[in-house]
């Protein structure tokens, strides 16, 4: 299996450009999870799905972010206006509960916004 | 103004040495925890894993240690290695209706040759 797969792996945009991130689950995994890591902040969790349907979106930190899951094997990140405070790595990860509970993290996405 | 990040606890110590990560947990309803490693540029990566019915788990050349009366975990490293060198965090999954994981600020282990 070629494991959790985000892309872009590098993304710089400048501010108030609309940024997509993507990511592929690792097939047959039900769960999809976004983080977001920084130096400040640490490993944050954004929002996350279960069978495609948001459960808990409670980290999303603004109406500037927004996550889709529109079938089973993808899923996208939006932040729309970009700032640059929105500079991180951000994660995704997947699981397949109750099997495991254990979540399999991508190489990530490293945004820059200038 | 002056950005402030967090400072990382870190571990070093010498190649061969037996190596202890520690870790506090916040919720006491948690019932499973894993360790993961994070190297430079990379995701996390899955280590060992703990359910709250057991105190001890072995791996190879690891050890989760875990003390629910002080919510308290433990990743044991045995004969440190240079590629043991990076990130470590513990995270906490608080069952329930909920696959909810939430980490730890992570200990940075570097060592030394």
């Known amino acids: 299996d070629a494991g959790v797969i985000q892309s872009p792996r590098h993304e710089v945009t400048e501010m108030g450009q609309e940024v997509t991130l993507r990511c592929k689950p690792i097939?047959?995994?039900?769960?999809l999870f976004w983080y977001r890591q920084t130096m400040m902040r640490g490993l944050e969790l954004l929002i996350y799905?279960?069978?495609?349907?948001?459960?808990?979106d409670s980290g999303m930190p603004e109406d500037r972010f927004s996550a889709k899951m529109p079938n089973a094997s993808f899923s996208t990140l939006k932040i729309q206006p970009s700032e640059p405070r929105d500079s991180a790595v951000y994660f995704c990860?997947?699981?397949?509960?109750?099997?495991?509970?254990?979540?399999?993290f991508g190489p990530g996405t490293r945004l820059t916004v200038t | 103004g002056e950005s402030v990040g967090l400072h990382l606890p870190t571990l070093s110590v010498q190649e061969g040495d037996n190596s202890i990560i520690n870790c506090a947990y916040s919720?006491?309803?948690?019932?499973?925890f894993i360790w993961y490693k994070q190297e430079s540029g990379k995701g996390p990566q899955f280590i060992i894993d703990?359910?709250?019915?057991?105190d001890k788990r072995q791996g190879q050349r690891v050890t989760v240690l875990l003390n629910k009366t002080v919510k308290h975990l433990s990743l044991q490293i045995a004969a440190t290695q240079p590629g043991d060198s990076a990130v470590y965090f513990c995270?906490?999954?608080?069952?329930?209706?909920?696959?909810?994981?939430?980490f730890g600020t992570g200990t940075l282990l570097a060592v030394q040759p």
């Open positions: 990860a997947s699981s397949f509960p109750p099997g495991t509970d254990e979540q399999y």
């Open positions: 097939s047959g995994h039900n769960s």
């Open positions: 799905f279960n069978n495609n349907v948001p459960i808990d």
């Open positions: 919720n006491s309803a948690s019932d499973y």
């Open positions: 703990i359910r709250s019915n057991m």
């Open positions: 995270a906490e999954l608080y069952g329930g209706a909920t696959n909810k994981l939430i």
